[in-house]
């Protein structure tokens, strides 16, 4: 009878100290999930100004140098359209 409920005591140890371990291992998920998300959010912004500040200074170019722009956008769109109909060409 003393041996079973030693048995039973150990048994009830053990379950509290899974249920511990469940609880710190939840925990440090919860963590890692909210440090990850805060870097996202970080990343994400900081790319979003940055293709600002890249559009911003396109902007300027293109104001302060119109001819070679359009000549720019020119090139850029033969070569996409050449590039195009030959990847359309081999199907």
């Given at each position: 009878?003393?041996?079973?409920?030693?048995?039973?005591?150990?048994?009830?140890?053990?379950?509290?100290?899974?249920?511990?371990?469940?609880?710190?291992?939840?925990?440090?998920?919860?963590?890692?999930?909210?440090?990850?998300?805060?870097?996202?959010k970080?990343?994400?912004?900081e790319?979003?100004d940055?293709?600002?500040?890249?559009?911003?200074?396109?902007?300027?170019?293109?104001?302060n140098?119109?001819?070679?722009?359009?000549?720019v956008?020119?090139?850029?769109?033969?070569?996409?359209?050449?590039?195009?109909?030959?990847?359309?060409?081999?199907?």
């Open positions: 009878m003393e041996n079973a409920k030693k048995l039973n005591s150990e048994v009830e140890q053990y379950l509290l100290e899974s249920k511990n371990i469940n609880k710190r291992a939840r925990n440090n998920y919860l963590e890692q999930v909210s440090d990850v998300s805060e870097k996202l970080q990343i994400s912004g790319a979003g940055k293709a600002k500040q890249v559009i911003d200074q396109l902007g300027e170019y293109i104001k140098n119109p001819q070679r722009a359009t000549l956008g020119l090139g850029v769109g033969i070569g996409l359209g050449v590039a195009l109909g030959i990847l359309i060409r081999r199907k």
